[in-house]
């Protein structure tokens, strides 16, 4: 499986995207597109004509912020990703199928909703829009479900997952990061 990653280029910034999977990904570099699953293809990003977003029919749309890194997850047969191991950077996803973001710090799956994942090297953050997604500490077994307008921080060693509704300005912060 091909991973995702961004290279510098003073002109322009281009997302990356390596197997559909868990977004459209840019670090103000200028990346090439790599193997696509088949059923997935790279648009233009109405929010930011210079940027892609992958899109998998109707099921998942997945799109990055700048200076994202990721890794796809494709189950073998199948032509859609059923996830992404996020290294950094941030992703959106939207869709009706399930779908799991890996980070160091944690896992957040999802069963139909929109939804944002940002990795810093302290903290993964997990940002719901609409429906439901479940996080919980990679390695963990406490479980937290997040609904619409609240959001989790976990990092390494922290306690029980503290579901949150986000201010405003956090929220609009994030969303920015994928022109909306």
């Known amino acids: 499986m091909?991973?995702?990653g961004n290279r510098q280029s003073p002109r322009r910034s281009v997302r990356c995207v390596t197997?559909?999977?868990?977004a459209v990904l840019a670090l103000a570099g200028a990346g090439t597109a790599s193997a696509q699953p088949s059923g997935c293809s790279l648009?233009?990003?109405e929010h930011n004509p210079s940027e892609k977003i992958l899109r998998c029919g109707s099921d998942l749309t997945i799109r990055t912020a700048r200076?994202?890194?990721y890794k796809p997850i494709t189950k073998e047969g199948q032509t859609v990703p059923t996830g992404?191991?996020?290294?950094s950077g941030a992703l959106m996803i939207e869709g009706t199928r399930d779908f799991q973001i890996l980070t160091?710090?944690?896992?957040?799956?999802?069963?139909?909703t929109k939804w944002a994942v940002e990795v810093t090297a302290k903290q993964t953050s997990t940002l719901v829009i609409s429906g439901v997604v479940e996080?919980?500490?990679?390695?963990?077994?406490q479980t937290a479900s997040l609904r619409?307008?609240?959001g989790a921080d976990i990092s390494p060693g922290s306690g029980p997952i503290e579901v949150k509704r986000w201010k405003k300005k956090r929220v609009n912060a994030l969303l920015a990061r994928f022109g909306q």
């Open 148 to 150: 619409a307008g609240q």
């Open 67 to 69: 200076g994202t890194r």
């Open 135 to 141: 996080v919980k500490h990679r390695g963990g077994k």
């Open 2 to 4: 091909a991973a995702m």
């Open 84 to 87: 992404a191991e996020l290294e």
């Open 19 to 22: 197997l559909a999977v868990a």
């Open 104 to 112: 160091p710090h944690a896992i957040a799956a999802v069963r139909g």
């Open 43 to 45: 648009v233009a990003d």
